[in-house]
């Protein structure tokens, strides 16, 4: 090889690829600094942002402690006064005149219940009198099992039948809801 030669391709490409390293490293430099700097001014306001928003809390509790004394306060002058409005000295000669008047009043409303209880008593004693004494009289006017015993006779007879209940042997004995009718006779006088 010749020292007089020109450079080869390689070499070439070689001072070039050199060449753009060394910018791009001064690049780097150059932009981390310059991002360093950008960061540094953000901290600073950052920081000051936060020291703003400190001192305003601070103000805030300053104020919400000053609040809550004065709603305090005026919670407690309005008990107060209630207090004042509601309860009132009273003298002992007015306590004596209201327990005076409850005791009667508590002995005028005993009497009373006494009396509608036994005025009360006496109804109740009075209806289940007439009802035993109602019951009686239906009981000698209605026997009661002779009754049965004639509707039943006149079933038997055929003079009376128990509607629903012919020829099925469901009549045997009467309930409270049965009823009893006239059979129908026949156009020519049969039953």
Same mark, same amino acid.
């Given at each position: 090889?010749? *020292?007089? %030669? &020109? ?6 490409? !070689?001072? #070039?690829?050199?060449?753009? =390293?060394? @910018?791009? +490293? ?24 936060a ?32 207090r004042?409005?509601?309860?009132? *000295?009273? %003298? &002992? ?6 327990? !005076?008047? #409850?005791?009667?009043?508590? =002995?005028? @409303?005993a +009497? ?23 019951g ?12 049965v ?17 012919e020829?099925?042997?469901l ?9 009893f009718v ?10």
């Amino acid at each position: 090889m010749a *020292d007089n %030669s &020109p450079l080869s391709w390689m070499e070439l490409i !070689s001072i #070039v690829a050199s060449v753009v =390293s060394m @910018v791009l +490293g001064v690049f780097a430099i150059w932009l981390s600094l310059y991002l360093y700097r950008l960061a540094e001014s953000a901290s600073a306001a950052g920081k000051g942002s936060a020291d703003k928003i400190g001192a305003s809390v601070a103000r805030l509790d300053v104020v919400f402690d000053k609040l809550y004394a004065d709603t305090f306060s005026m919670m407690k002058d309005t008990v107060g006064d209630m207090r004042k409005h509601v309860w009132r *000295d009273v %003298s &002992p000669e007015v306590v004596r005149d209201v327990a !005076s008047r #409850v005791t009667e009043r508590e =002995s005028t @409303v005993a +009497g009373r219940f006494t009396e509608v209880q036994e005025e009360i008593l006496w109804l109740v004693d009075s209806g289940i009198t007439q009802v035993m004494d109602i019951g009686d009289m239906l009981a000698n006017r209605f026997p009661g099992q002779k009754f049965v015993e004639q509707l039943l006779l006149l079933r038997d007879s055929g003079v009376l039948v128990m509607p629903g209940r012919e020829g099925n042997g469901l009549g045997e004995g009467i309930g409270p809801y049965d009823r009893f009718v006239r059979p129908r006779r026949k156009k020519d006088g049969q039953p």
